[in-house]
Every structure is written in structure tokens, then in C-alpha cells.
């Protein structure tokens, strides 16, 4: 249920990626050697020991010990020469292929079946996307010449999201003074009585 502008309630949100210590897969040691973790941001981010074997990779964590598999595949040839391998790791809850697993308690992934962990971009501007939209295409049209087509493209593109943004602003101030309305007319009925 999503909360409406005015009702106090602040609408159910899902702990963010960002509060969550995380293993990358590009901070793992190489194999047989290993390496101790700490945190600065996360207060509560225990002190992790990483080591890489052949059963794949151990990782210590407030005196527990957690197997992590690792996956890999080879990769198609590119046009240049050399091939290589593709490596993710096994995210010891759900079993899924992944770069980065993230401590919540545990360690797992960010999936909704995992640790359901977010992204925090994803509640920007939440109630009008189209600001967020506008935003990153004057981000595009700042890197590109003045002249060109694609700076008339991205003007045209800012056009619509601006006009989507009044849009919006109409319905809400149309909806507030609506419940202004109603609000005026419940008081008025309760005093006359």
C-alpha cells in the first residue's frame, strides 16, 4: 500500500544496498592466500576474513564460516584475440550467480528471496519520475555540441518531461485543493450541528 501526501505514514521501504557492508567479487584474494576485511561506514559491519581455496572461497565472519562457491563459464572470443573465463559466486541463501554478496546478519545477495535489499536511486523523485528523467537528460545534453542533432533530440526529450512535470503538478495541486474542499465541508457540517 503507498502511503497519500498528507496521511503522516511513510510507505514500507526495504533496507537500501548502501547500509549493507558488501564482498565484490574484484576484492576477492587469489587462490590460497588470504585477506582480512573491515568496514568504515557500516557501524555495525563485523571484522570478515576472505581466503580462497580450492572448494572456492571461506569467509569468516563474527566467528561463523560461510562456503561460497564460484561459478564459471568461458567467454564467447572477441574481435582482438584471447577468449577468458567469467567468474561470479554462489550466494550461499538462494543459490544464485552473482558479483556481490552483501552482510545483513548473513551474508547473501540483494535479490527479494535473498536479503531483499535496494538500490537507493530507486526512491528518488519517487512521486514524479519525470524529474529524475529531466535530470539525467540535461546530464546528456551538457556532454554533447549545441548544434548537433542529438542536442535538438535531447531538447525535445527535456520538452516532454517538462511538460509531464506540470502535468503532475496540476493533478496534485487539483487533488490537494480537493481535499481542502472536503476537509472545509466536514468541518463546516460537524460545527452546525
Known amino acids: 500500500m503507498v502511503a497519500a501526501l498528507g496521511t503522516g505514514k511513510i510507505p514500507f521501504q526495504r533496507p537500501l544496498v548502501s547500509d549493507a557492508p558488501r564482498l565484490r567479487l574484484r576484492s576477492l584474494p587469489p587462490f590460497g592466500k588470504s585477506v582480512t576485511l573491515t568496514w568504515e561506514t557500516p557501524a555495525s559491519a563485523p571484522l570478515t576474513k576472505v581466503s580462497r581455496t580450492g572448494e572456492g572461497i571461506l569467509i569468516e565472519t563474527g566467528g561463523t564460516v560461510v562456503r561460497v562457491g564460484m561459478r564459471s563459464w568461458p567467454m564467447p572470443l572477441p574481435r582482438r584475440g584471447g577468449g577468458g573465463e567469467r ?4 550466494c550461499p541463501r538462494c543459490n544464485a550467480s552473482r558479483d556481490v554478496l552483501h552482510w545483513a546478519g548473513e551474508w547473501g545477495c540483494r535479490g527479494r528471496d535473498c536479503l531483499n535489499l535496494e538500490h537507493a536511486v530507486r526512491h528518488q523523485q519517487r512521486y ?66
Not at 567468474?87 to 554462489?90: K, W
Not at 517538462?162 to 503538478?169: I, K, Q, R, S, T
Request: glycine letters at 4%.
Open 87 to 90: 567468474e561470479r559466486m554462489v
Open 128 to 193: 514524479c519520475p519525470a524529474i529524475r528523467r529531466r535530470a539525467r537528460l540535461l546530464r546528456k545534453l551538457a556532454r554533447c555540441s549545441p548544434r548537433g542533432l542529438k542536442a535538438r533530440l535531447l531538447r525535445a526529450q527535456i520538452m516532454q518531461q517538462e511538460a509531464v512535470m506540470l502535468a503532475n503538478l496540476k493533478r496534485a495541486n487539483r487533488d490537494l485543493t480537493k481535499r481542502v474542499n472536503r476537509h472545509d465541508g466536514q468541518r463546516r457540517a460537524n460545527s452546525g450541528q
